[in-house]
């Protein structure tokens, strides 16, 4: 059964939690799909985590259209997020717009997500929205602006910071978003603003309290290098099963244990033959 904005709304209206998890290609859609999880976002970590970018703000459209895409083949049921790369839509209302559509019409989004709380993000959301396109906002932690923010760390943690976000949140919610991410955040904090808000929130790194998590793909499969953020929980240590296997095929290789016999196509002696004569071979 396919997953669709009244369906998200009635799970978050009964209180059953909603399931998130951040995905850049087929055979991860096809993970997500069989899982059976809610939503899957096409996040902009695809920079780092797929495409070997340093940071988020590296990666671009044409570059999120792909993985957006990719995903959508391997999609059914799941409710398909993109994110909006850094410098595709803070320019204008009309920049915003036109990216936004894009990732509906060419990549099979059902709806957008930008980042931040501010003034323009807020704007650009309003006319995402007014222009009949689905928005989802993220506050705290926000890793396009991490350098602004002294660097990949938790937010909210002073009463100044902790307005802040929940200013930035309302802002977003009354411009029309549909849900908002909250991520890195103290947990106490999140449960100030879930009563605050009437729309759903996507809790990563901040906490039980929100309606649904999110997590990406390669942290809970264990497909990464170092440990992650406080907040990773792995499922899998899969990252090195990967490096285990490569490194049997590399020396089965060497060695010409492989491929063997049961690798191998045959072909009919007779016509092994024929193909011998034609090459002038006895």
Not at 140 to 151: D, I, K, M, R
Not at 189 to 211: F, M, Q, S, Y
């Amino acid at each position: 059964m396919q997953v669709t904005l009244p369906a998200l709304h009635e799970k978050y209206e009964r209180g059953e939690p909603l399931v998130m998890v951040t995905a850049y290609d087929f055979p991860g859609a096809r993970a997500a799909e069989a899982a059976g999880v809610d939503l899957v976002l096409v996040g902009d970590s695809g920079a780092e985590m797929v495409l070997g970018y340093p940071s988020t703000v590296g990666v671009s459209t044409e570059e999120m259209l792909m993985l957006t895409a990719a995903v959508r083949r391997g999609l059914h049921d799941p409710f398909l997020i993109a994110d909006l790369p850094f410098g595709s839509y803070e320019a204008s209302d009309e920049q915003a717009v036109l990216t936004a559509a894009r990732f509906v019409r060419e990549a099979g989004a059902q709806a957008v997500k930008l980042e931040r709380g501010n003034a323009t993000s807020v704007a650009r959301a309003r006319a995402i929205v007014q222009a009949g396109i689905l928005v989802m906002g993220h506050v705290g932690l926000t890793p396009q602006s991490a350098t602004a923010l002294g660097g990949n760390r938790a937010q909210g943690r002073s009463g100044a910071a902790a307005t802040r976000i929940a200013q930035e949140a309302l802002a977003l919610q009354e411009a029309g978003c549909f849900a908002i991410v909250l991520e890195a955040i103290p947990a106490a904090v999140t449960e100030e603003l879930v009563r605050l808000l009437t729309i759903p929130t996507i809790g990563i790194g901040a906490g039980p309290a929100t309606a649904g998590q999110v997590l990406v793909l390669h942290d809970l499969l264990g497909i990464r290098e170092g440990t992650g953020a406080r907040f990773v929980r792995s499922y899998a240590n899969l990252g090195p099963e990967m490096i285990t296997a490569l490194a049997a095929y590399a020396d089965d290789v060497r060695e010409r244990r492989y491929p063997a016999a049961e690798h191998c196509y045959t072909i009919d002696p007779s016509e092994l033959a024929e193909f011998r004569t034609a090459l002038g071979r006895p």
